[in-house]
């Protein structure tokens, strides 16, 4: 009963980070400034002199007093910068930003969302500045990030006021902070494998085998042509990589996708062989550490290359099969192997018709939503679907066999 609870525990807290409807929401943030209330609105007021302050646009096109465009820094799908059309209620010291076009993200994307800046002179040096952001939401990771953004964003305004420099990044970006957050997610994982040191050791093995996936996508992204890319650690829930520009092709999100798992399928692949020929040579609690390391590195990438909409193995299926018969076909394939490997370890059937509905559960949760890009992606080649199919195969019996291989051996 207790690992069930658990488990509609995980599902619980997955549906709400990702799919939960939020609906329309505001977040607001105040900060009080030492600077005039004319200098703070040439650095907010988009038509301002100083409004590419935070480098985040690089410059701002008048179409009239109610509308303009913005050119961003950020990177489009061609590496240009994306272009944003806005228009604008002005009434003075407060005015509202809507985003009416843009030149990477379909406009669902922004029909909802409106920025409203609003100042207030305290004194003739103190101006107090609220930024409200609306916006709706499925799904709280997105509104939780867009909470930080906006208090970071704040905080850049005050010093770029009072000091006039720009301090650039922020302290969730750093490595240090990462690392941090890798370390707390293990301590939070502890409990889960008994807070003992064998608890503690499994946690940790959890926290590098996600770690060492998410390196993977880093690796595709670079691969792929992105100048950017770096990893978010989301204690208990793991880990995110993100790209520094738009996906431009159906291959590059299955490739992306892929080499979480793919990079892995290395790694344990080598670990397996290590373990096999140090053997006769090492201690027994660490030829069992790389057995422990193998067992949980093969079963967590499978985990992610099940069919669910939202995991690696379905953004690869979606981008292979772009018919809905041929991605139930797909997918219908690979559950059966999945189970196929469920099987060969002994799992009851009970247990396997369970993974089978909570995986189901998972899929029907992560479907809606999504970023849509303003133009459709560049198709796959046959030649390329071919590339990915194989390539997913490959990675998927390699990480069944090293899961078959460490099962049988810690089971010993």
């Known amino acids: 009963m207790q690992n069930f609870l658990l488990l509609g525990l995980v599902l619980l807290l997955m549906w709400v980070v990702m799919s939960a409807p939020v609906g329309l929401r505001t977040i607001q943030r105040t900060i009080r400034v030492h600077g005039p209330l004319a200098d703070v609105k040439q650095a907010l007021h988009p038509f301002g002199a100083d409004f590419t302050w ?28 994306i272009e944003r059309d806005f228009s604008l209620q002005d009434s ?15 406009q669902d994307f922004w029909k909802d969302h409106v920025m409203t800046t609003h100042l207030h002179a305290v004194a003739d040096n103190v101006t107090d500045v609220t930024i409200s952001e609306t916006d709706r939401y499925r799904g709280v990771a997105f509104l939780v990030y867009r909470f930080f953004s906006l208090r970071r964003q704040a905080l850049k305004l ?11 990044g922020g302290i969730f970006e750093k490595p240090s902070t990462q690392l941090g957050m890798a370390a707390l997610s293990c301590f939070l994982l502890w409990p889960m494998f008994g807070l003992t040191k064998d608890g503690f050791f499994l946690s940790a093995m959890l926290t590098l085998v996600v770690s060492l996936h998410e390196i993977g996508h880093i690796i595709a992204f670079r691969m792929m042509g992105h100048k950017e890319a770096r990893m978010i650690f989301i204690p208990i829930l793991g880990g995110i990589a993100m790209g520094g520009r738009p996906y431009d092709r159906h291959f590059e999100i299955a490739f992306s996708a892929l080499m979480g798992a793919g990079f892995s399928a290395f790694l344990m692949a080598l670990t397996v062989l290590c373990a096999h020929v140090l053997q ?9 550490g790389f057995i422990v390391f193998a067992l949980m590195g093969a079963l967590f990438n499978l985990g992610n290359l099940i069919p669910v ?20 076909v797909g997918s219908f394939v690979l559950l059966s192997w999945f189970f196929a490997v469920g099987y060969t370890l002994g799992v009851p059937s009970r247990a396997l018709i369970i993974v089978g509905v909570v995986f189901a559960l998972l899929s029907l949760m992560t479907s809606k939503g999504g970023v849509k890009p303003k133009n459709p992606l560049t198709p796959m080649s046959m030649r390329e679907r071919l590339a990915i199919l194989l390539a997913f195969a490959a990675v998927f019996a390699t990480h069944s066999f090293v899961l078959i291989w460490s099962a049988e051996r810690l089971l010993v």
């Open 92 to 106: 003075g010291n407060e005015w509202r930003t809507h985003f009416t076009s843009d030149t990477s993200l379909a």
């Open 280 to 288: 006769p040579e090492i201690a027994p609690f660490a030829w069992h």
């Open 158 to 168: 005050k010093i770029w006021i009072e000091e006039r420099r720009f301090k650039k």
């Open 54 to 81: 935070n480098q985040a646009v690089s410059a701002v096109e008048k179409y009239d007093a109610q509308s303009g465009k913005m050119i961003t820094t950020h990177s489009d799908r061609s590496g240009g910068c």
């Open 309 to 328: 909409w939202k995991f690696d193995g379905g953004q690869v299926l979606r981008q292979v099969f772009r018919s809905r018969a041929g991605l139930a």
